[in-house]
C-alpha cells in the first residue's frame, strides 16, 4: 500500500520499480559469521556493497542508497555528518551515528558508548561496503540496529597511481591522489583528497582534507599482518542548523533567523553565532591474522586521537542558568582498544562445526571544557569557561559463537556479555559536582537456523536480545538546564526476523525478510534546544516490517536493482516514532555497453512522510520521490586507464526535506535537500 501511494505521484518511478540488478557471483561477506561466506548461505539480512566510481566518494549515503533496511541521509551539514538509521534505529542522533555499530577493517569506528562518526570512512580507498541488520547485529554489542564495515583495498600487483578530480553544483570540488602496488611482498595503498565545497544551505561551508596509508604484509607462513593510518581534518565547517517550517516553505535554502537580534535588517542565528565545528582526527591500527590449517588467530589493536571544537546558537537570554555549560564544546578525546579471536573449525557427526571465541575491550578518554560563545556584545567567539570535567568510556566484551553446518541445515548460536562503564570527573564545581559514574552490563544472545530447500533456495529465521547504553552526549544533559543525567538505562530489545535468499539462472537474486522487534526503555528526546539534547527513557515501542532486494541483469546490458524497505514503528499507544519514514525505496535501471566502456542509469528514491517528534502533531516532513541519471565512460591506452562520469541529480528539480532533527524544542526541525544539482568528475590512472 506504501509503495503505491509513493510511487503513484511519479509514473516513472513505478515503471523502474516494476524492473528488478545484478549480480553474477556468489557475495562473499565477513560479517555476521566473522569468516569469509557466501551471503547467501548466511542466516541474516546482509548486503556488500561496492563503491561506485561514478560518484565523488565524499558521504557514505552515495554508497548505501540501495540497501534495504538502512536509510541514510546527507544532512547538507558537514558540522553535524550523517543522519544514519537501521530498522528505524539511531533516527534520533541529533550528530554522528549511534544505534549502528561501525566498522573499518575490522576495527571499530564507533566509541565504547556507541557513538560512531562516518566521517572516518574513507570511500576512495574502499572496496566495498557490508551492512548486517537484524538478530545477527548483537553479537558486536553495544547497539540495537545493524552493524556498517568498511573493507578497503589492499595493495597488490605492479605499482600504479591515479588522481582523481571533480566538481559539481555548489562549489563542490574534490581532489584525490592515490598510489597501490605490491612490492618485495609488501602491499602497499597510499591515499590523500581534498574536498570543499560552498554548500546547498545559506551557511554550509565545508573543507575536509583526508589520508590514509595501509601496509599489507606476510611476515611468516601462513600470517597476514595488516597496519592502517588514516587522518581527518575539517577546519571551520559551517553549520547551518535546522528552521521551521515557515522558513522553509518561505526559501529552503535559508537560515532561520534570529528574533532576538537588534541589528536591521536581522542576521540568521548560524551567521550572528557563526555556527561551526572544527575536527582533527587521525588513527592507527593493526591486525595480525595467523591460520593453522582450517583453524585461525585474529589480534587487532588500535589508538587515536580526537580533537573537536564547535560554536553552537542559542540567545544570551538562555546561558543565564549557572547549570549551563555554554556555547562552545571543546574536547580533546583519546581512544584506544584491542580484540583477540580464536577460530576452530571440526568434524562433528555428518557435519562440519565452526566455533569462534574472542574478547574485545575498547577506551576512550575526553579532556571536555565548554565555553560562553560570547564576550561582551561580539558572537561566536570563547568566552567565559562553564564546563571543565574529564569523561572516561570503556567496553569488556567476551564472546562466543558457534555454527554447524549438516546436510541441508545450517545451525547457528552466540553469546555476548558486554559491560560498559562511564565515568565523570568535574571539575568545574561552582555549579555543584556532576562527578560519578555508570556501568551497564549486559548478556546477549543470538540463535540462527538456515534451510537449503533446493540449490538455489535458502530460507532462514533468527532471533536476539538487543542492548544499547545511553552514549555520552545522551548522558550530558537532564532536561533543560540540569547537569550530568546519571538516570538513564540502557534500552532492551527483542529481534525476530525470517527470510527467504533465492537466485534465478545466476542472473536474478532475490532477499527478502520479515522483521519485528519489540524495546523496551527506548531513550527518546526530553528537550532539545541551543544545540543541546536531553533524553529520557520513554514506553515501549514496537518495529515490523519487510525487506526486499532484487538484482537482475538481462539482455542488451541491461540491469536492474530494486530495494524496498516498509517499516511500522510506534510507541505502545500507537504514536509513530519520530525521524522513521515508513516506506523507503530505491530503484536504478542501467545499462553497460558489451566491451564496457559507455554505461548510464535512471535511478529512483522514494521516502514516505517523516514525523518530527513523539507527539506526531508538529508537521511532518512530507514524503518525496526523486530520480537521478548518470552516464560514465572509460578508455584505456597502453599503461593508462581513464574514466569520465557526470550526474545529475533531482532531475525534476523537487523541493523536498531531506532529513529532520528529532524533537527540537523551537521546532526547528527541517533540512533541505539540493534542488536539481550535477556533478562531474574524471579520473587518469597510471600502472608502471
Excluded: C
Aim: charged residues 20%.
Amino acid at each position: 500500500m506504501y509503495l503505491v501511494f509513493i510511487v503513484s505521484k511519479e509514473d516513472i518511478l513505478l515503471i523502474i520499480a516494476l524492473l528488478a540488478v545484478t549480480t553474477e557471483a556468489p557475495i562473499v561477506v565477513i560479517s555476521g559469521t566473522r569468516t569469509e561466506r557466501s551471503s547467501f548461505e548466511v542466516p541474516a539480512s546482509i548486503e556488500a556493497v561496492t563503491i561506485d566510481d561514478n560518484q565523488l566518494r565524499v558521504n557514505a549515503s552515495e554508497a548505501l542508497a540501495a540497501v534495504p533496511g538502512l536509510v541514510v541521509q546527507n544532512r547538507q551539514n558537514y558540522a553535524q555528518d550523517l543522519q544514519i538509521s537501521s530498522r528505524g534505529f539511531g533516527a534520533r542522533s541529533t550528530f554522528g551515528v549511534r544505534g549502528v555499530h561501525l566498522v573499518t577493517d575490522g576495527i571499530p569506528a564507533s566509541m565504547p558508548d556507541g557513538q560512531g562518526q562516518a566521517a572516518t570512512f574513507n570511500l576512495d580507498i574502499a572496496e566495498r561496503i557490508e551492512v548486517l541488520r537484524g538478530p545477527y547485529s548483537a553479537i558486536y554489542g553495544n547497539h540495537a540496529g545493524g552493524v556498517i564495515q568498511l573493507f578497503s583495498k589492499e595493495g597488490e600487483g605492479p605499482p600504479s597511481v591515479e588522481l582523481n578530480v571533480g566538481s559539481g553544483s555548489y562549489g563542490t570540488r574534490k581532489t584525490d591522489l592515490n598510489a597501490q602496488g605490491q612490492q618485495a611482498g609488501i602491499g602497499y595503498v597510499l591515499d590523500a583528497s581534498h574536498f570543499d565545497t560552498d554548500g546547498y544551505r545559506a551557511h554550509s561551508a565545508a573543507t575536509r582534507d583526508q589520508a590514509y596509508a595501509k601496509l599489507t604484509l606476510a611476515p611468516i607462513n601462513g600470517a597476514k599482518l595488516n597496519i592502517i593510518a588514516s587522518a581527518l581534518r575539517q577546519d571551520d565547517t559551517q553549520d547551518p542548523l535546522g528552521v521551521t517550517w515557515s522558513t522553509y516553505q518561505r526559501d529552503p535554502r535559508a537560515g532561520e533567523i534570529d528574533n532576538t537580534d537588534t541589528q536591521i535588517p536581522k542576521r540568521t542565528l548560524a551567521d550572528r553565532y557563526n555556527t561551526r565545528k572544527s575536527i582533527n582526527h587521525q588513527q592507527i591500527g593493526a591486525t595480525w591474522e595467523q591460520r593453522y590449517g582450517d583453524d585461525r588467530l585474529r589480534v587487532s589493536a588500535y589508538g587515536g586521537n580526537r580533537e573537536v571544537i564547535q560554536y553552537q546558537a542559542f540567545s544570551k537570554a538562555f546561558q543565564a542558568p549557572a547549570t549551563h555549560s555554554g556555547g562552545v564544546v571543546d574536547f580533546e578525546r583519546d581512544f584506544s582498544g584491542t580484540e583477540i579471536s580464536w577460530m576452530h573449525v571440526q568434524h562433528l557427526a555428518s557435519g562440519k562445526l565452526t566455533t569462534t571465541a574472542g574478547v574485545e575491550y575498547g577506551h576512550s578518554s575526553d579532556a571536555r571544557q565548554g565555553y560562553e560563545n560570547f564576550i561582551g556584545t561580539q558572537f561566536g567567539v570563547k568566552g567565559a569557561l562553564r564546563r571543565n570535567e574529564d569523561d572516561k568510556a570503556s567496553n569488556l566484551d567476551p564472546y562466543l559463537q558457534t555454527e554447524w553446518d549438516t546436510g541441508a541445515w545450517q545451525f547457528s548460536a552466540g553469546l555476548r556479555h558486554s559491560r560498559v562503564r562511564i565515568a565523570v570527573d568535574d571539575h568545574f564545581l561552582s555549579n555543584g559536582n556532576d562527578s560519578g559514574s555508570l556501568s551497564y552490563s549486559h548478556t546477549t544472545p543470538v540463535l540462527g537456523i538456515l534451510y537449503r530447500v533446493a540449490p538455489q533456495l535458502n530460507v532462514y529465521a533468527s532471533a536476539a536480545r538487543g542492548f544499547e547504553t545511553p552514549t555520552l552526549n545522551e548522558l550530558f544533559y537532564s532536561g533543560t538546564a540540569g547537569g550530568f543525567n546519571f538516570r538513564l538505562q540502557p534500552a532492551y530489545s527483542t529481534h525476530l526476523e525470517a527470510g527467504i535468499k533465492t537466485r534465478f539462472d545466476d542472473r536474478t537474486r532475490i532477499n527478502a525478510a520479515l522483521f519485528q522487534v519489540k524495546t523496551s526503555d527506548e531513550l527518546i528526546v526530553d528537550s532539545a534546544s541551543g544545540g543541546r539534547t536531553s533524553y529520557r527513557n520513554g514506553g515501549n515501542t514496537l518495529r515490523q516490517g519487510v525487506e526486499l532486494a532484487v538484482d537482475t541483469s538481462w539482455r542488451y546490458g541491461l540491469s536492474t536493482r530494486v530495494a524496498l524497505t516498509t517499516l511500522r514503528a510506534v510507541y505502545d499507544q500507537g504514536n509513530r516514532l519520530p525521524g522513521v519514514p515508513n516506506v523507503n525505496l530505491y530503484s536504478e535501471l542501467a545499462w553497460k555497453e558489451s566491451a564496457g566502456r559507455f554505461g548510464a542509469a535512471l535511478e529512483a528514491v522514494a521516502v514516505g512522510k517523516i514525523y518530527t517528534e513523539d507527539s506526531n502533531t508538529d508537521q511532518a516532513a512530507p514524503g518525496y520521490g526523486v530520480l537521478n541519471v548518470r552516464v560514465n565512460a572509460n578508455q584505456q591506452w597502453r599503461g593508462w586507464r581513464f574514466k569520465q562520469f557526470a550526474r545529475l541529480n533531482n532531475l525534476l528539480d523537487k523541493n523536498y526535506v531531506g532529513s529532520v532533527i528529532v524533537g527540537d524544542t523551537n521546532k526547528r526541525y527541517y533540512e533541505a535537500a539540493p534542488q536539481r544539482n550535477w556533478l562531474m568528475g574524471a579520473s587518469a590512472l597510471y600502472q608502471f
